[in-house]
């Protein structure tokens, strides 16, 4: 899951809108280069880094895409950006449950239930900001 565009860092107003956006609408990029429709879903802000996870699991068709095609675009807290689908670091998904926990709790155990713990570290992508 790995795409040739070099890739910069979130700014903090970046971090701090996306972050704070209840949804992310997310597309993945089509072999031929144009945009696959959108998908919402929930996002997180760890650290200084923005996670997304798939709810349904490994075989969740946006899933599959964005791992195919590594880059996309994503929309969230009136900003759009290009990014790159990254893997997430092995000692981060403590943090990245926790992030879920303390902004979608409120939605009930079994919907958050889907997006944290041990199976939920397979379907995490990092998203990174796309030059």
Do not use: C
């Not at 949804?23 to 072999?31: F, G, K, N, P």
């Not at 349904?56 to 095609?69: C, D």
């Not at 079994?110 to 199976?119: A, Q, W």
């Amino acid at each position: 899951m790995a795409h040739e565009s070099t890739t910069t860092s979130w700014t903090s107003g970046e971090l701090m809108q996306i972050g704070r956006a209840e949804e992310l609408e997310l597309a993945s990029l089509r072999e031929h280069g144009t945009l696959r429709p959108y998908v919402t879903m929930w996002v997180v802000r760890a650290g200084d880094e923005l996670y997304v996870r798939s709810a349904r699991g490994p075989a969740n068709p946006w899933f599959v895409h964005a791992r195919r095609s590594g880059a996309g675009r994503i929309r969230a807290g009136g900003l759009e950006r290009d990014v790159i689908f990254s893997e997430a670091a092995p000692d981060v998904h403590a943090d990245i449950d926790a992030a879920y926990h303390a902004k979608y709790d409120r939605y009930g155990p079994t919907i958050v239930g889907s997006v944290v713990g041990e199976k939920a570290s397979t379907v995490t992508i990092r998203l990174l900001p796309r030059n």
